[in-house]
T-cell receptor
Framework: AQSVTQPDIHITVSEGASLELRCNYS??????LFWYVQSPGQGLQLLLK??????LVQGIKGFEAEFKRSQSSFNLRKPSVHWSDAAEYFC??????????FGAGTILRVKS | EPEVTQTPSHQVTQMGQEVILRCVPI?????FYWYRQILGQKVEFLVS????????KSEIFDDQFSVERPDGSNFTLKIRSTKLEDSAMYFC?????????????FGAGSRLTVL
């Protein structure tokens, strides 16, 4: 069965520091991969997606993610974190029919 | 930017009561979904809906749950007789197609608290 693992439940970084959120997936075919962000009181907002092609994908708010098939990973990165990036981040893999399978989420705290 | 709108944002109900959660998907989207997130757990797929019928449902989506599109704009999730374990955040989503490569747009969620 498809699954997504986000090994870090909480991460704290200083404002201006770089960020990497880890995501590993288990999926038999070529995966469709997504990162969503949820700020308090907000819905799940799409940050970026990978369907095919270039394995380094750019998203909104200065985020990027790299698909590594050999490691079954799709880690999210940002070179310099802003206080407004504090939120919960979800990695997901898309199945046919758009049934997304989500990871457990990583809560990002930004300290000034 | 088009949005998926959900109401209510928070509902408190007594166990055994019926609850209806409402969603207005993006107007040109054809596929509609409900997901839920129990506090501290993963976001889970409940059901997908297309052309006025359920296209797929998870094992969570038992006879207590139903969905319908009563008019051209609303998409509802009904829980017939709520249980304590139905307490969760319920997310509605919509998409243009059903391809796995398509993107779902989610609403802000409806938090259901069952007492």
């Amino acid at each position: 069965a498809q699954s997504v693992t986000q090994p870090d439940i909480h991460i704290t970084v200083s404002e201006g520091a770089s960020l990497e959120l880890r995501c590993n997936y288990s999926y038999g075919a070529t995966p469709y991969l997504f990162w969503y962000v949820q700020s308090p009181g907000q819905g799940l907002q799409l940050l970026l997606k990978y369907f095919s092609g270039d394995t380094l994908v750019q998203g909104i708010k200065g985020f990027e993610a790299e698909f590594k098939r050999s490691q079954s990973s799709f880690n999210l990165r940002k070179p310099s974190v802003h206080w407004s990036d504090a939120a919960e981040y979800f990695c997901a893999v898309g199945e046919y029919g758009n049934k997304l399978v989500f990871g457990a989420g990583t809560i990002l705290r930004v300290k000034s | 930017e088009p949005e998926v709108t959900q109401t209510p944002s928070h509902q408190v109900t007594q166990m055994g009561q019926e609850v209806i959660l409402r969603c207005v998907p993006i107007s040109n989207h054809l596929y509609f979904y409900w997901y839920r997130q129990i506090l501290g757990q993963k976001v889970e797929f409940l059901v997908s809906f297309y052309n006025n019928e359920i296209s797929e449902k998870s094992e969570i989506f038992d006879d207590q749950f139903s969905v319908e599109r009563p008019d051209g704009s609303n998409f509802t999730l009904k829980i017939r007789s709520t249980k304590l374990e139905d307490s969760a955040m319920y997310f509605c989503a919509s998409s243009v197609t059903s391809s796995g490569a398509n993107v779902l747009t989610f609403g802000a969620g409806s938090r259901l608290t069952v007492l």
